[in-house]
């Protein structure tokens, strides 16, 4: 149905249209009429709950203006869209953030002062949208801002989750997981319950002879469950370009069978069934770098690929296009392999609904440029794989698909090499296991016209590795790195004001945090007194903030003035948080072993760690727990002080790292050489003027190319030679670095309590064959922090490599990654407002 305003009536909306507020007595209004109408509280019963309620609604309201502005002009000029699948977007707090991008962060100040409230605590109010595990989740919600504030027409299509990662808590020094919910009163999100889909699961295939003598696949029976978008307004920074983020959730359809069961009286299983049906967006799954083969999340990645899907085809038709246009006008990148089902469910739109013939409907679902792919990560145990016998259960014809698109794939593979039929095992999309497994990778490298990695080690190493025989069948040019980047906005200019601010009044604007690469300019004050000691000042003001919070947060007084070594990602052996705690072991002992005269003489260290473990991943439970027990007996021995304090701070996510990125003066990315794809968080210590210890991996090989050796602490062994050690591990003899077999001693002798918990951690060292080399590079990470601390003394030094560093950032914006992926992958053109 037609639901355009005829012309004649239009005057009226044109002269009632709203309009935007503009100053803060406007600002104070719209609070105030969200208090008592939207709230319906007044002055008497306003709380910071209900002021930060009532301003994310008047900001929300602005950003739907533009909101409805952007996708209006969008339409009209019917540009490409790109379209990024998702299943996790680690959104973190969207007020701070809306108001800087739109630039009214000062009036809503003035406003929510004159009103009675400090603007801190009522951003402070706000709950995180965490609906993402960690870099992949965090990456996806950069993207989304650097998108918008680049003017690129995007969508980002995801899950809303009712309960994202899970709260945090510690417990004697174990991890505890509580459950998140958020959606209490979410004001970002508008439900768009007339936007609908209704996503078919089980079931059966038909095959039927139709009136023009084809056969055709007809699915039948089995469930429906209905998806109903949510839309969160994606603001762009100074610029009016807001762009949506679309999330499904999951209902039962109310169809006529549950109205007999209803009248019937059975009203119990009516209601299961509703539940039954909710449950597919209920929950995030909490595992990061790891896959679990668990029907739900399959049912979660099929629902949120056909809605998306399904809306993305209905926005197609409506513009009359042949469908041999469809990729010129789409671009959809997957995030991961999550989404790759994407690919199928298309082919199965265009032959069983639109009634193509396959191979036509292939070149269109395989056209330049549609499907892109992107990998994150080589760890085996993280690639997707679904047992055949699952598929065939939940989405029947979309297994025949897959064994389609395979048999057309092979064959095209055993033309190009007849005489290997072992390349043919290797790269099938079914793996001839017990059970026969669906490979998503190979499926997402087939259906796409480009795979990227994340970094350029990373990309070089999908290439020579895990996908080497798609290289040659399908040569070099569909593989491509874009290297990982993180928003400026958020990461520089909202977390960490007071810097945005000085290097915005020596660079004469703000223009910066639209050109990143223009920090290069800093570089020639690096000998500038008065602006090296501004600089110095902000770090310790940082250093103070956090220190508050630790005290805080665990009781436990750190000294400023120490220097502050971080380490805050998710808990996983091969990041190599074990690897610290045994450097701080050693470093206590080292401590210990001193004269009181000598040790009065070091210099003090605060060892910052932060992150959650998979609530199934026990060893990353045991290092946990190791830290605090390890900060147990060194934060109480009088003999230490304020040498070296030991934080484990709970429950890490986006709005704390936000206090502590900026407070850092040596964050920790030592994962073993060639397992980080690319890892973020170390360009966002980095841009915030802290340095880095780090392996050769992942982007820190990048960032020492711009930022310079001299700026960075690298140690421990390459990525090339990793393999060989392992092999040695396994067939050689293996002896343990004789300072890492001490800390092990203290350990054993029940220093930090529990001897039985720590066991595993020793012995994965000791008896099974160091598989993350920290026996290897435990000589080389001492020796290099020793060189920290060197360096750290020189305060001078420090601040100069740290200035030098930032100046060298500008290349690991996402603004840039953006334009490489719009550019080499998407064919996209950003659509920016003409007035
Ligand atoms: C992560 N991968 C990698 O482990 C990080 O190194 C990288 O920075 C981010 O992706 C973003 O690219 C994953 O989270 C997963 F799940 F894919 F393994």
């Not at 109010?125 to 504030?149: I, K, P, T, V, Y």
């Not at 099938?428 to 990695?453: C, D, F, T, W, Y």
């Not at 004469?508 to 110095?536: I, P, R, Y």
């Not at 690991?812 to 080499?824: N, Q, V």
Request: hydrophobic fraction near 40%.
């Amino acid at each position: 149905v037609e639901a355009s305003i005829p012309e004649p009536q239009r005057e009226a909306w044109k002269r009632s249209q709203t309009a935007a507020f503009k100053s803060s007595d406007e600002f104070e209004k719209e609070v105030v009429r969200h208090v008592e109408t939207s709230l319906a509280r007044s002055m008497f019963n306003c709380d910071e709950k209900a002021a930060y309620s009532a301003t994310s609604l008047a900001f929300r309201d602005r950003l739907i203006l533009d909101w409805n502005k952007t996708q209006q002009r969008q339409t009209y000029r019917d540009s490409k869209r790109v379209y990024y699948f998702s299943l996790e977007f680690l959104m973190g707090r969207a007020l701070d953030n809306a108001m800087l991008n739109v630039g009214m962060k000062d009036t809503a100040k003035a406003g929510l002062a004159d009103l009675g409230f400090r603007i801190e605590d009522i951003i402070g109010q706000e709950h995180d949208a965490a609906l993402g595990n960690g870099g992949l989740g965090r990456l996806a919600a950069c993207f989304l801002d650097s998108l918008a504030s680049l003017d690129f027409p995007a969508w980002g299509y995801g899950l809303r989750y009712r309960y994202g990662i899970f709260k945090q808590e510690i417990i004697d020094g174990y991890q505890v997981e509580v459950p998140d919910y958020w959606l209490d009163f979410n004001p970002w999100e508008f439900p768009r319950h007339d936007v609908t889909v209704d996503v078919q699961f089980f079931g059966s295939v038909k095959k039927v002879t139709n009136e023009e003598g084809k056969s055709v696949a007809i699915w039948e029976g089995g469930e429906i469950v209905v998806a109903v978008a949510y839309d969160v307004p994606i603001p762009g920074y100074d610029t009016p370009t807001t762009n949506n983020l679309r999330l499904w959730s999951s209902k039962a359809s109310g169809g006529e069978f549950d109205f007999q069961k209803f009248n019937s009286g059975d009203y119990e299983s009516s209601v299961a069934e509703q539940q039954r049906a909710e449950t597919i967006s209920n929950v995030l799954y909490p595992n990061d770098n790891l896959e679990r083969g668990k029907e739900l999340r399959l049912k979660q990645q099929y629902f949120w690929v056909a809605a998306s899907l399904y809306d993305i085809v209905r926005r197609f038709k409506k513009s009359k296009r042949a469908w041999r246009e469809f990729p010129e006008q789409v671009a959809i990148q997957l995030n991961d392999t999550h989404p790759t089902l994407a690919i199928v469910e298309l082919q199965r739109i265009l032959v069983d609904v639109e009634g193509l013939e396959w191979d036509l409907a292939w070149e269109i679902v395989t056209g330049t440029p549609q499907f892109g792919y992107t990998n994150h990560t080589v760890l085996p145990e993280a690639l997707e794989k679904w047992p055949v016998g699952l598929v065939q259960h939940l989405l029947p014809r979309h297994l025949q698909i897959i064994y389609d698109i395979n048999l057309f794939f092979l064959q095209y593979v055993e033309k190009q090499f007849p005489d290997d039929r072992d390349i043919l095992t290797r790269v099938s999309i079914i793996e001839e296991s017990q059970p026969k497994m669906v490979r998503m990778a190979h499926l997402a490298i087939v259906g796409s016209h480009k795979v990227n990695g994340v970094a350029e080690l990373h990309s070089d190493l999908i290439k020579t590795t895990i996908f080497k025989d798609f290289v040659e069948i399908f040569g070099p040019d569909r593989f491509t790195n874009v290297t990982n980047g993180i928003t400026p906005r958020r990461w520089l200019h909202q977390a960490n004001p007071r810097l945005s601010e000085l290097i915005a009044s020596k660079l004469g604007s703000h223009e910066f945090l639209k050109d990143l690469s223009q920090l290069n300019k800093l570089e020639l004050l690096v000998q500038d007194k008065e602006f090296k000691k501004e600089w110095a000042e902000i770090k310790f003001a940082n250093k103070v903030r956090l220190a508050k919070y630790i005290k805080e947060t665990t009781g436990v007084n750190v000294n400023p003035s120490a220097l502050f070594d971080v380490q805050v990602k998710r808990i996983h052996e091969y990041k190599r948080q074990q690897l610290n705690i045994f450097g701080v072991i050693h470093r206590y002992l080292t401590l210990k072993a001193m004269a009181p005269a000598e040790r009065k003489k070091q210099l003090p260290r605060v060892s910052i760690f932060g992150g959650k473990a998979a609530p199934g991943y026990w060893m990353a439970k045991q290092i946990i727990h190791l830290i605090n027990a390890v900060g147990s007996v060194v934060n109480n021995d009088e003999d230490i002080g304020d040498l070296l304090k030991v934080i484990f701070l709970e429950d890490y996510n986006v709005s704390k790292a936000e206090i502590i990125c900026p407070a850092s003066d040596i964050s920790e990315h030592i994962s073993t050489a060639g397992t980080e794809a690319s890892g973020t968080s170390n360009m966002k210590f980095v841009l915030n003027g802290g340095l880095i210890i780090g392996t050769c991996d992942g982007a820190n090989i990048e960032i020492t190319r711009e930022v310079g050796e001299n700026n960075i602490f690298l140690f421990g062994n390459l990525s090339e030679d990793v393999e060989d050690l392992r092999h040695a591990h396994t067939y050689g003899s293996h002896t343990i670095d004789p300072d890492l077999a001490k800390v092990f001693e203290e350990i054993q002798k029940g220093t930090f309590g529990s001897v039985h918990d720590f066991s595993a951690m020793i012995a994965a060292v000791k008896d099974h064959g160091d598989y993350y080399l920290v026996s290897d590079d435990f000589h080389s990470y001492i020796e290099t922090h020793k060189l920290v601390d060197e360096a750290y003394r020189n305060q001078e030094e420090w601040v100069v490599k740290s200035i030098t560093a930032v100046a060298r950032m500008g290349f690991f914006s996402s603004d840039r990654c953006i334009y490489e992926y719009a550019d080499g992958i998407w064919n996209v053109e950003p659509l920016p407002r003409r007035d």
